[in-house]
Every structure is written in C-alpha cells, then in structure tokens.
C-alpha cells in the first residue's frame, strides 16, 4: 500500500479541494472529532498531515501523524517545517503501531484507512493496535469510504467517479479515480461492510457507537443549490463511526 500513494501526494492533497470533500467530508470529520482542546491525539493514515494540521489549530494537546507511506510524511514533514505547528510525524503500519507509540492517547482519528486493508485479517490488526494504543475511556473516530456498494450512482459531478464489477464481494478491490482539473488519478480501495467495521470494534474491546452518514454545510448549498447535492446526500458513500475504548 505505501508504494501506492507513494507517487500520489500532490494530487492526493489537491483532491482535498474537491466540493465533497470541502463541504461534506472534512467538516462531518472534525464534527465527529467534537471538542479536541487539551487532547492527545494520533491521526492515523495521516497521508501529508491535512486532518492532522486541522486537529492541532483546533486545540489539541499534541498530535502524531502516522502513515505507511514515506512519501507522504516527507510532504507533512515539509509542510510543518514551512509552518510549524508542533506535529510530529512518523512512518508506521497502523498494523504494528507499536514500533513508534510509547504514550496512550485520548483520541485516535482516521479517515479512509480502513479502506486499504487488503483483507479482514489486516483490518482485525489495525482495530487490535488503535485499541491497545488508546486510554481507557479513549475514542477512536473514523471516516470510511462506502463506494463499492453504490454501481448506480454517479458521483462524477462531486468529483470521483468509480468502477465497480457486479457482486463485489467482502474485501474484494475497487477503482476510484479522482477528477480533477489537472488530470485525474486513480486509487484502489477495498471493499468491506459497515457491519464488519462495527464487529471489528466489538472484538478489538472498543464499544461501538453508532454511524453517521455525510451532511452538507449551508456553504455547500448556498454554492451549489440543493439539487446539485440530491443523490451526494441519498446515497451516500461516505460514513463515519465513533467507538470508546472499555475499561
Ligand atoms: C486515502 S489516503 C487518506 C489520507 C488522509 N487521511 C486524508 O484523508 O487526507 C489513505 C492513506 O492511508 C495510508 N495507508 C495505507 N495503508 C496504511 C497502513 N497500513 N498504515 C498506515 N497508513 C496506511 C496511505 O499511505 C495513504 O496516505
């Protein structure tokens, strides 16, 4: 997985400019995350530090930026000698996070991780290593993706549009590219259920607690009108989901 975003870090942070993202994705993210003031908190699957940057200005105690790609901490590392902010970074596998965590933390955030897990053998380990890297008490807060699920839907006109073979199946792969002014890329994610996501943090000792699905700001449709965001908003294919690490 790292050698795939490997080459991708501009353009995965371009995409970040995106009207789904902009007015969709990243707010229901740091809505999800609520008040981060005094917390510690790792980001996991960190890419170049977008959500990390954005939880360290919204008043968290300290931040650690994890990802397995090191083309993309390179870019986060950057970003954070140009302006710093106090974030540290690190190249790690969220399957083995034990090589650079010491601490425990208050709050782990993800977004799109668990869509990189090849298979539920590697998303068991990384709901196994957020559960040990967390307090007691601690929550995990993650964004996923939920693409492979929607054939019908056409999400060209919020920016990605998808290919998906019929019957994908549980961690079967799937194409996302990306459509952007510059040239599209394209990613692959990997298919797997909202309900093994909330298993996965029954058995991991998190107790789950419930899926969000996406909104759209006043911005968004002040910009766009309500029509533009109809099938973003009844067929979404972006969720998020908080857990709490039992005592
Ligand atoms: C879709 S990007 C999301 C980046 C960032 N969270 C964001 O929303 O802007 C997925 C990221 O997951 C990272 N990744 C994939 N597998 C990983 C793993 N096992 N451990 C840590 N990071 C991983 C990739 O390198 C990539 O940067």
């Not at 994890?66 to 969220?94: F, H, N, R």
């Not at 019929?166 to 990997?190: A, K, R």
Request: a negative charge.
């Amino acid at each position: 997985m790292a050698a795939e975003y490997d080459p991708l870090t501009l353009e995965y942070f371009q995409s970040k400019q995106l009207p789904f993202r902009v007015f969709s994705e990243i707010p229901d993210h740091m809505e999800l995350l609520g008040d981060l003031r005094g917390l510690r908190v790792i980001d996991l699957a960190c890419g170049e530090g977008f959500y990390t940057r954005l939880i360290q200005k919204s008043g968290a105690h300290s931040v650690l930026g994890v990802d397995v790609s090191y083309e993309m901490i390179e870019l986060a590392k950057s970003k954070e000698a140009s302006e710093p902010q106090g974030i540290e970074y690190a190249v790690c596998t969220a399957t083995n996070l034990s090589q650079v965590v010491i601490d425990k933390f208050d709050l782990a955030s993800t977004a799109f991780l668990f869509n990189c897990a090849e298979d539920r053998v590697e998303l068991a380990a990384m709901f196994r290593e957020i559960a040990s890297c967390l307090k007691e008490g601690g929550r995990l807060c993650a964004t996923v993706g939920d693409l492979g699920h929607r054939p019908d839907v056409d999400y060209s006109p919020y920016g990605m549009r998808t290919e998906i073979r019929n019957n994908l199946q549980e961690g079967h792969p799937y194409q996302i590219t990306f459509l952007l002014p510059d040239g599209d890329f394209t990613i692959t994610d990997f298919n797997h259920s909202l309900s093994t996501y909330q298993q996965l943090c029954e058995e991991s000792g998190l107790r789950f607690e419930g899926w969000q699905t996406c909104t759209v700001t006043s911005a968004g449709i002040e910009k766009y009108g309500e029509e533009f965001w109809e099938a973003w908003l009844a067929s979404p294919c972006i969720w998020r989901f908080s857990a709490t690490k039992k005592g």
